[in-house]
């Protein structure tokens, strides 16, 4: 079945880059996303990738996707205190509507 | 848009009692999910109803759980009777069915079950 990996825990400086990284099993996975979660807040679509591209930047969020390696990261410029939160990455793949989510990585950013 | 619209956003109740969830899907949406999140098992997706008809509840933990959608606005998860085990953050999630590929959540409710 499909499964996806990420590390739990993140600390970065404020104006530093931050860079989660989140590898999937399903070679078929058309789409991968990252959704943010707040404390007490539900999930926050961020960005996707389709699985065609390799690279989608948006404002301060690069993502990068290796297709061969089954390798997603997500990299956020000039973090912000802000930032703080926990980062999920998902995959979706053909014919199929729900996502598959990783376990989240807790970003941490110190001023 | 109001997004997607959860309630109550919290619930406590005892053990054997009876816990109905609703949820109220963004406007046009004709798919919509409800996913489970415990520090556990992370985030998994109980169920999901595509046009008011359930497509994959395998997700579903037992029969305790049994979600309806009787109308394009409105959907229930409820659970009966209730046990410790499934306190959790119970979320409800929507997306357009040409479109699916964007996935927008509510905001959750967290369910203590004492």
């Known amino acids: 079945g499909e499964d996806v990996e990420q590390s739990l825990f993140l600390s970065v400086r404020e104006g530093d880059s931050s860079v989660i990284n989140c590898t999937y099993t399903?070679?078929?996975?058309?789409?991968l996303y990252w959704y943010k979660q707040e404390p007490g807040a539900g999930l926050q679509l961020l960005t996707y990738i389709f699985s065609n591209m390799d690279m989608k930047q948006d404002q301060r969020l690069t993502v990068l996707l290796n297709k061969k390696d089954k390798h997603l990261s997500l990299r956020i410029a000039d973090t912000q205190t802000g930032d703080s939160a926990i980062y999920f990455c998902?995959?979706?793949?053909?014919?199929?509507?729900?996502?598959?989510f990783g376990s989240g990585t807790r970003l941490q950013v110190q001023p | 848009d109001a997004g997607v619209i959860q309630s109550p956003r919290h619930e406590v109740t005892e053990m054997g009692q009876e816990v109905t969830l609703r949820c109220k899907p963004i406007s046009g949406h004709n798919s919509l999910f409800w996913y489970r999140q415990t520090m556990m098992r992370g985030l998994e997706l109980l169920i999901y109803?595509?046009?008011?008809?359930?497509?994959?509840d395998s997700g579903m933990p037992e029969d305790r759980f049994s979600a309806k959608m009787p109308n394009a606005s409105f959907s229930t998860l409820k659970i009966q009777p209730s046990e410790p085990r499934d306190s959790a953050v119970y979320f409800c999630?929507?997306?357009?069915?040409?479109?699916?590929?964007?996935?927008?959540f509510g905001p959750g409710t967290r369910l203590t079950v004492t």
């Open positions: 998902a995959e979706k793949g053909p014919g199929r509507r729900a996502l598959t």
């Open positions: 399903d070679s078929s996975s058309t789409y």
């Open positions: 999630a929507s997306s357009l069915q040409d479109k699916g590929r964007e996935q927008y």
């Open positions: 109803f595509n046009n008011n008809v359930p497509i994959d």
